[in-house]
């Protein structure tokens, strides 16, 4: 499967994206936008305001989803080029990124992370800092009880 | 009646978002209830890299705060690299508000050389996590003592100062208006 075929298939499970470039200024803009998929040319027109000032460069195209309670979580991203051609952006992408979502994600995020924390304590020839999970359990405890009140989460 | 909507919204005060940078009171909201940005920051190769993440403002300190576990730390190196990031507040599922406006924040990252302890700013962060994901909570406390070593990387957090350089807003998220701005 092409990079382009894997990023329009999974765009179909979003109602829109974010697309960042790099800005006049240097600093990186992002806007939402909903992508539009041009197989032919292998790229997804992309809409951004006449007037934030961008350029032609490297971009990003990321989708995301949390539900309401900030959960659900899952996510891709894709590397490209932002190209400006018969007056309209396209995103060009070169690979695909997976993010969060789904069993197997979690479980790549999960040793993927504890190997990667492991080699960067080592590097640094730090100790592994203790976890206080105690206090961690407080906070936990005070929240339950907020949220059986339903005075959390604001 | 949505969750965000069945919880209590605290007024704007003194140390308000929307105060202390002088923007409207609506673009604080969607600082203040928003349960996530879009961070990016730049690879080595300056192709800008976006992910969701938690935002955490401290007003006393007129800054950001976002963590990020030193097994995740991409966003981290990268900062270290080019201090030049941006967020963008374009989600406002879980916040309660209505027809909210679309947030850019463009600024300059700074992040820790210590690994974050859990004094008072990280325990409030950790607090507002908790309150804001309680799926979490209940992961949590399904997780036996014995096993909680396996998860310890995910607490040990480098900690992420975003300061605003320019802020830019759309009124009611939409693109095609004319925005506004703040340049500090």
Not at chain 2, 119 to 133: A, I, K, V, W
Request: proline share 7%; with cysteine; net charge positive.
């Amino acid at each position: 499967m092409t990079t382009w075929r894997a990023i329009a298939q999974e765009l179909r499970r979003y109602d829109s994206a974010v697309i960042t470039a790099r800005g006049l200024d240097g600093y990186p803009v992002s806007v939402r936008c909903v992508p539009v998929a041009d197989e032919r040319s292998g790229t997804f027109a992309v809409s951004f305001p006449d007037t934030l000032g961008i350029e032609s460069s490297p971009a990003w195209l990321l989708c995301h989803f949390h539900d309401e309670r900030f959960w659900s979580l899952r996510s891709f991203g894709a590397r490209g080029l932002l190209e400006h051609t018969d007056g309209v952006w396209r995103f060009r992408p070169t690979s695909f990124v997976a993010g969060m979502g789904g069993i197997a994600a979690s479980i790549r995020l999960f040793i993927g992370g504890r190997r990667r924390a492991q080699h960067y304590l080592a590097a640094r020839g730090l100790k592994p800092p203790a976890v206080p999970w105690e206090r961690i359990t407080a906070i936990k405890r005070d929240v339950e009880a907020l949220h059986a009140d339903g005075s959390a989460g604001r | 009646m949505t969750y965000a909507a069945a919880v209590k919204t605290p007024p704007a005060t003194r140390s308000d978002f929307s105060t202390i940078f002088g923007v409207p009171a609506d673009v604080g909201a969607v600082v203040r209830d928003f349960r996530s940005c879009e961070l990016s920051t730049f690879a080595r190769d300056g192709t800008p890299v976006t992910w969701p993440t938690m935002p955490y403002f401290e007003p006393d300190r007129r800054r950001f705060l976002i963590t990020s576990s030193i097994g995740l730390a991409q966003k981290a190196f990268n900062i270290r690299r080019d201090p030049r990031v941006a967020m963008l507040f374009s989600t406002s599922t879980g916040s309660g508000l209505i027809r909210p406006p679309a947030v850019l924040i463009q600024g300059d990252g700074e992040v820790a050389e210590e690994l974050g302890q859990l004094d008072e700013r990280f325990e409030s962060m950790t607090r507002l996590l908790f309150e804001r994901q309680p799926f979490g909570i209940t992961l949590m406390g399904a997780l036996p003592a014995p096993l909680r070593h396996l998860a310890d990387w995910y607490c040990w957090r480098l900690l992420i100062y975003v300061r605003p350089r320019r802020i830019r807003w759309w009124p009611d998220g939409d693109l095609r208006r004319a925005y506004g701005e703040v340049v500090l």
